[in-house]
C-alpha cells in the first residue's frame, strides 16, 4: 500500500523555538496533505489542509501564523510551530490523500511527537 | 455539521472473542464511511471503508455495514486475537471538495490471552 513518512518521529525543544515536522508521499503524488494534531487518548483533530502550490486552509480555532504549513511539492508538505510553549506538547499527524487510486483514500503517516519544555 | 459518534471504551475481550464496536454518524448528504486502527506507538492505518449504503468493508476478519436506515457503521470481528489489540477510529467524509476526515473519539481494545 501507499507510504507516508514523517519526520522526526519525535522532537524535544525549549520554549520559544520553532520546530519543522516534515511529512512525505513515498510513492504517490499527493495533491492535497492534511495535519492533525491528537491528545493522549483523544481523537484527531484536523488542523489544516495543505494543497501543492496554495495557501493552506485552516481549520476554525487554529492559529496559522503559529503553525505555518507548506506544501512545495507533489511530494511533501511541512508544518512549522513557531515559538512553540508547552501547550503545544502534542502529538502531530498528517495525511496524504492518493487521488489516483481506484478507491481514493487518506494514507497517514506514523506521527511526530513533539514535547515543548 | 458533520459528526460521528463511537462508544467509549476501552473495549475488554478475552482471545477468540466476538467484537462489536458501535459507530453511528450524522451527516448532511451520502457520506463514506471508513474504520481506521491505531496500534500501539503508531499512525493510523486504514482497516476498512464502505462508500455506499449496503456496502460492506471488510479486511483481517473485520466487518462493517454501511446502515443507511440506522446511519450506523458498526465493526465486527469474530474472534479476536490479542494482536487486535489498538485504538479503533469510525471516520467520515463527504465525497466533494476536499474529502476531509471527521473522526470518532475512537475506542481502544484490549485483548487478553
Known amino acids: 500500500g501507499a507510504v507516508v513518512s514523517q519526520h522526526p518521529s519525535w522532537v524535544i525543544c525549549k520554549s520559544g523555538t520553532s520546530v519543522k515536522i516534515e511529512c512525505r508521499s513515498l510513492?504517490?503524488?499527493?495533491?492535497?496533505m492534511f495535519w492533525y494534531r491528537q491528545f493522549p487518548k483523544q481523537s484527531l483533530m484536523l488542523m489544516a489542509t495543505?494543497?501543492?502550490?496554495?495557501?493552506?486552509?485552516?481549520e476554525q480555532g487554529v492559529e496559522k501564523d503559529k503553525f505555518l504549513i507548506n506544501h512545495a511539492s507533489l511530494t511533501l508538505s511541512t508544518l512549522t510551530v513557531t515559538s512553540a510553549h508547552p501547550e503545544d506538547s502534542s502529538f502531530y499527524i498528517c495525511?496524504?490523500?492518493?487521488?489516483?487510486?481506484?478507491?481514493?483514500?487518506?494514507?497517514f503517516g506514523p506521527g511526530t511527537r513533539l514535547t515543548v519544555l | 455539521g458533520n459528526s460521528v459518534t463511537q462508544m467509549e471504551g476501552p473495549v475488554t475481550l478475552s482471545e477468540e472473542a466476538f467484537l462489536t464496536i458501535n459507530c453511528t454518524y450524522t451527516?448532511?448528504?451520502?457520506?463514506?464511511l471508513f474504520w481506521y486502527v491505531q496500534y500501539p506507538g503508531e499512525g493510523l492505518q486504514l482497516l476498512l471503508k464502505?462508500?455506499?449504503?449496503?456496502d460492506k468493508g471488510s479486511n483481517k476478519g473485520f466487518e462493517a455495514t454501511y446502515r443507511k436506515e440506522t446511519t450506523s457503521f458498526h465493526l465486527e470481528k469474530g474472534s479476536v486475537q490479542v494482536s487486535d489489540s489498538a485504538v479503533y477510529f469510525c471516520?467520515?467524509?463527504?465525497?466533494?471538495?476536499?474529502?476531509?476526515?471527521?473522526f470518532g473519539t475512537g475506542t481502544r481494545l484490549l485483548v487478553s490471552p
Open positions: 495525511s496524504a490523500r492518493d487521488p489516483s487510486g481506484i478507491l481514493d483514500t487518506q494514507y
Open positions: 510513492d504517490f503524488q499527493a495533491t492535497t
Open positions: 495543505s494543497n501543492e502550490g496554495s495557501k493552506a486552509t485552516y
Open positions: 451527516a448532511t448528504g451520502y457520506p463514506s
Open positions: 464502505a462508500t455506499k449504503a449496503d
Open positions: 471516520a467520515l467524509t463527504m465525497n466533494t471538495g476536499f474529502q476531509k476526515l471527521v
